[in-house]
């Protein structure tokens, strides 16, 4: 995936009909860009990439997040303090000349847009367009709306959540965007639906709504929803919308029930006012619909890039055996047939790679010969990073049966997560007190995409234990399944679809409580992973093989990308509305 491309981008190149416009509060475009936290927005990252490889007639807008999330440091007790990551997109991207505005509280704000080209494997260019208020006839306050990402109060992230919504859908017309679908990833740009419906009614008041107008809107959206976690749905007080959104609008959001609890829920906005919506696991879709049970709610799975998250050595012995998986993910499904030496030699480099880095990072020097763990996500509670350490005494039996046991960990807890903070303080107490010669844990700092790659590839296991039914999907095992590393998970997320026993790894079984599933955990390494891993070095890598084949073939973006599009763009038929037209060049 290229940046910046040769080939140079025009407008006149650009369809004028099935043009998909792709909104994200956050998207990993690059390592050197700090424009996302995590897995959201890893994910439409690697959906970008995958749209690009495919040619898919897409743009996408966020926004700029000129002093990034944060960068993580951890002191020796396990405490969390987070440092700013400024950046200037101009080292990047390319501003673009129009100017659009939108109306916050009684306030006029200005804003423009930065162009990233994010070329594709054939050479299509899918733009990217970074909004930012940084703009001198702005107030400091709202210079300062695009700064951070999920930073600020809820008055912070409503106003945000207007530029992204509102100023987004603006700035695809100032651009002379022919957009047909509008696609809302998470609710965060749920307030374009209310830009589209006041579009349609031409500046009109709120009382000729009708649902022909309603329908028209519908028409044009689709909504992926990501978390069934309350707190992952934005929600904002009456007093705080009609402050900010002005009591016309407040009015309009009312009579199209987006109110609950004397709340604006901006997953019914954006279901409310789209033809089609979906979760991102089939679980999660089962979820989502027990959730929201007026509304259909599909589920198309999740994947990652496999390019991206593929270490060079898998990505050098796929090349030579499986030349054509870089076009179509499914040829991985051939990897079954790749030598199993060649396997271990792969992973043995990607696991090489990885040591040296927490060597460079920590000074400790780690053993590559033994069984290692990885287990790197955010911090909250409901992901409980410290299950694998429920039992002390056991793990350090388990780690003598194996002739050693090292566990790495990494993530990062919202400056604002007293109890993620708190996870990880646990996490590093409970190690420091626990590692000796035989099992060594160690947590790594500043968890980002560089150390994210270099994990899921280098490990001998991913490692997951979300609480059921928190997990919506989950990537980083995926990402491990692209380099043969095989899950021990539980069953929640993608690993209910990914899960073949003995396979492409192991599920943890449900319990009753954490000491329930911590007990099935500590079973299965007892007498699963530790077993196979001594063994025979033979049968590990058949599982790293069909882990690869099976995992890797599916659990792709490629895959996920043509599903959005035959089911959620250019659907055969559609309920409100005539049909699409699927453009030609869409493969």
Known sequence: MQSNPSKPFTYESFPQSGLVAYFSMEIAIQPAMPTYSGGLGVLAGDTLRSAADLSVPLVAFSLVHRKGYFQQHLDGAGDQTEEVQPWNPADFCTEEPVRVTVAIEDRVVAVRAWRYDLQGRSGHILPIYLLDTDLDENSGWDRGLTDHLYGGDTNYRLQQEIVLGMGGVRMATALGLHVNVYHMNEGHAALLTLTLLESQLAGGPHSICTESDIAKVRSQCVFTTHTPVPAGHDRFSTEQVVRILGGERTARLERLRCFEGGLLNMTLLA???????????????????????????????????????????????????????????????????????????AHARAKETLLSEVASRTGLVMNPNVLTLGFARRA????????????????????????????????????????????????????????????????????????????????????????????????????????????????????????????????????????????????????????????????????????????????????????????????????????????????
């Open 271 to 345: 279901l409310r006012l789209s033809r089609y919506a979906n979760g991102v696991a089939m679980q999660h879709g089962k979820v989502s619909r027990e959730m929201f049970p007026e509304y259909a709610i599909d589920s198309i799975t999740n994947g990652v890039h496999a390019a991206t998250w593929m270490c060079e050595p898998v990505q050098q012995m796929l090349d030579a055996h499986l030349p054509a998986w870089r076009r179509d993910n499914l040829y991985l499904r051939n990897a079954i047939e790749i030598p199993e030496q060649e396997i271990l030699q």
């Open 380 to 587: 909250a509670t409901y992901k409980r990073a410290s299950l694998l350490l429920k039992d002390p005494e056991r793990l350090l039996k388990i780690a003598e049966q194996a002739g050693g046991l090292q566990i790495l960990y990494a993530g990062k807890a919202h400056p604002q997560d007293t109890p993620g903070k708190a996870l990880i303080h646990q996490v590093i107490e409970t190690a420091g007190k626990l590692s000796n010669e035989m099992l060594r844990i160690v947590y790594l700092e500043n968890y980002a995409w560089d150390l994210g790659a270099l994990l899921t590839a280098g490990v001998d296991v991913w490692v997951n234990t979300p609480r059921r039914p928190y997990e919506a999907s989950g990537t980083s095992g995926m990402k491990a399944a692209m380099n043969g590393v095989p899950s021990l998970s539980i069953l929640d997320g993608w690993w209910i679809e990914g899960c073949i026993e003995g396979f492409t790894g192991w599920a943890i079984e449900d319990g009753a409580d954490d000491d329930a599933e911590a007990l099935s955990l500590y079973s299965k390494l007892e007498k699963a992973v530790v077993p196979l891993y001594l063994e025979s070095r033979e049968h590990w890598a058949r599982m790293m093989r069909t882990t690869l084949a099976f995992n890797g073939s599916y659990f792709n973006t490629n895959r996920m990308v043509k599903q959005y599009t035959r089911n959620a763009y250019y659907p055969v038929r559609l309920t409100q509305s005539a049909p699409v037209e699927e453009p030609a060049y869409v493969s």
